[in-house]
């Protein structure tokens, strides 16, 4: 009877396709994470179905939707696959040392210069460990698992993530000295409507939420808009206009003066998240750890969460 059951029940493999699926939503790119043919990707699919007796995706042109069966098969999938990951980590005796890749979402700069610059000393305690980095302006997403620790200004909805709030980030007005000496001076706020900002490019390749420059001023006239905070930093420091930047973008150079030192002008909330399953697992405790640390230990870049 017991074997009758065990061969009634889906194989691990035919799961780890099922998960895969769902977080790349096709066939083609499932197989490419998977080293697989996509023809071995859609058999393990219809297998799993045909075993379970339920239609797990929605085939569509666009790509393979979950059906609500399907919804309801991902946690328990991804118990198993935390389950494995656990049991390999304590069998192999990597409980102890820490090995493996992690991969890591960040808005652009939080990465490249708070972050990145931070992981020598990491690797120095750890060395098989290794960081996969995703800095950029449009968020990674959790749910596909193109990252597995996210950092974020927009917390992920209702889930099974791990969520907390890191820091209160401000943004203070900054220019160049040379555009500050060429054009009519800013005493108070309303002057700034005379003036060109550098911005970022609104056409949904960046998050909504850094929408920060209309909260200033209703109508800003900009000079320059990029995807990239970097090269919007690199523009205004060219005098090409007046900029909100964080202090840890700010400050990487003395080619900017804040226009209302000591003023925020504008604060966002930065939050950390991760699949609550992958927190089982050493190395991704390790490293949401750090990050936790590192903002805590910058009070004069990050404040304390409201």
Not at 140 to 159: C, D, M
């Amino acid at each position: 009877m017991h074997n009758d059951v065990m061969r009634q029940l889906p194989e691990w493999n035919d799961l780890r396709v099922f998960l895969t699926v769902a977080r790349v939503g096709t066939i083609s790119l499932a197989g490419e994470r998977l080293e697989i043919e996509h023809s071995t990707v859609s058999r393990r699919i219809d297998r799993l179905e045909s075993k379970l007796g339920a239609v797990l995706f929605d085939r569509r042109r666009s790509g393979y939707m979950l059906t609500d069966a399907g919804r309801r098969l991902i946690p328990h999938a991804e118990r198993m696959e935390a389950a494995l990951l656990e049991a390999v980590e304590q069998s192999t005796g990597q409980a102890e040392s820490v090995e493996g890749t992690v991969r890591v979402g960040t808005p652009e700069a939080f990465g490249i210069h708070v972050l990145a610059p931070s992981l020598a000393a990491l690797r120095q305690q750890h060395p098989g460990l290794k960081i996969e980095l995703m800095a950029q302006p449009q968020f990674p997403s959790l749910v596909t698992r193109e990252v597995e620790i996210l950092v974020t200004l927009e917390p992920p909805e209702a889930g099974r993530y791990k969520v907390a709030r890191l820091a209160q980030v401000d943004y203070f007005l900054y220019c160049s000295p040379g555009y500050r000496d060429s054009h009519p001076p800013i005493r108070e706020l309303g002057d700034v409507v005379q003036h060109e900002f550098v911005d970022y490019i609104h056409d949904g390749s960046v998050s909504e939420r850094y929408r920060i420059l209309q909260e200033l001023t209703a109508h800003p006239r900009r000079s320059f808009t990029a995807t990239s905070v970097l090269a919007q930093r690199t523009a205004a420091a060219a005098s090409l206009g007046l900029v909100l930047l964080t202090p840890y973008v700010a400050r990487q150079g003395d080619d900017l003066v804040c226009v209302f030192p000591g003023r925020p002008l504008m604060t966002r909330s930065l939050w950390i998240a991760a699949p609550e399953d992958l927190l089982k697992i050493r190395r991704h405790r390790l490293v949401w750890d750090h990050i936790r640390q590192l903002v805590e230990q910058q009070p004069e870049l990050f404040r304390r969460p409201g």
